[in-house]
């Protein structure tokens, strides 16, 4: 992990990629895009990187997938609802497993496009936006506090794509104390809510 | 509507995480379609890995791929912000089903070729997951009772529609529940409406002796008539 913002400077970084996404939402603005591009390209070719570890093609191919999404969507992202790594970190998880599913790691019929899908939700909470940030703080403050463990097992969950059982093999370890470990790590984040009224 | 029964911290994370088989993300997000609950809490998990994500060592990135991506931009679709919102037209008879389940029912559970498992239970097999995994749709006459019954693998159930209870509870719309190969249970469905669930029975453990083989293909089948 690498670390080496200050809490300003973060802010800053996620208010210049805001303005970014609105310029090219509104004017397809190339260079703003190319702002995006040098940030997210490099973390896009990583995220896949880890996964499939060696798959230079693969990587690059997830790398224009994502990138090419953000240029037609820009217009869909909503900044109330995530910041854009957020959105960005969504479309890449969604792009990966649906080139894993191509390639014919996944046999199954089920296409994933329909999962994970944004739910319309019209109703526009004046506090989303709040909320969202309070949580990334919460998340940035806490994430190095959590044991070497901790971040380890989420590590391997959210960027090597493992599943709980192949993490507990890679790792040598029953498959309860992944669970725990990871219960555990969520819990010391603080991030989430229970039973909210629908 | 009320949702009592949720996914555990874990499993939910890791369907944010995308590690999940796609099998059982497709019941989880049935569940969530339905529970407000567990959508603020994918949101605040995706953001997680978009910290993880952010925080990853950057990896070198070619200058042939930047210029690849940049000589595609002018044939791409052209969509500019709008500040109107485009209205989602979904079709009155399609609104029980679940999004994430229209690639496999197109407008209603009628629709679907469900065969007789008992004289109150119907099934539709859906399709399977990569890992050996089936995914169904059940369907229980009202006040209709399942035979006492364990299964070889996890199974992952969403409420689709009326609500069943077993000896641990009662399960209404929306509810998820997971039930391991060592519950036995005999779920029926309460007294007032049919009720139609979304389940995912993990393929079982697969035994590699030469005898086991054989008794397999017995050992898989997760509901016997009642
Ligand atoms: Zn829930």
Known sequence: ????????????????????????????????????????????????????????????????????????????????????????????????????????????????????????????????????????????????HLSIDQRQVLTKVYLEGKTHQESAEELALPLGTIKSRIRLALKKLQILVRNQPC | MLIHHHPTDELLSAYCAGSLPLSQALCLSAHIEMCKTCQTNSQRLSQLGAYIFNHTKPATVNNDLKEKIFSQLDQRPYHLKTTERKSMAAGHASAEVPKCLKQFVASNYDELNWHRVSFAIRQANICTGGNGAQVSLMRIKAGGKAGLHTHMGNEFTTVLKGAFSDESGLFQQGDFVVRDSQHKHRPAATKDSECICLTVLEAPIQFTGYFTRWLNPLLRRGYPSA
């Open chain 1, 1 to 144: 992990m690498v670390s080496s913002l200050t809490e300003e400077e973060q802010i800053a970084l996620q208010h210049k990629m805001r303005q970014c996404m609105q310029k090219v939402a509104q004017h397809r603005d190339k260079e703003a895009f190319g702002v995006l591009f040098d940030h997210f390209a490099p973390l896009l070719r990583s995220f896949s990187l880890a996964r499939e570890p060696g798959a230079s093609l693969m990587a690059d191919e997830l790398t224009q997938v994502v990138l090419l999404k953000v240029w037609e969507k820009a217009h869909t992202y909503n900044s109330d609802k995530a910041s854009v790594s957020t959105w960005i970190y969504t479309l890449a998880r969604n792009s990966r497993i649906d080139l894993l599913r191509r390639s014919g790691r996944y046999t199954t019929e089920i296409d994933p496009e329909y999962l994970w899908q944004e739910t319309e939700d019209e109703s526009t909470d004046p506090f989303l936006d709040v909320q969202q940030k309070r949580a990334e703080k919460s998340i940035a403050d806490a994430f190095e």
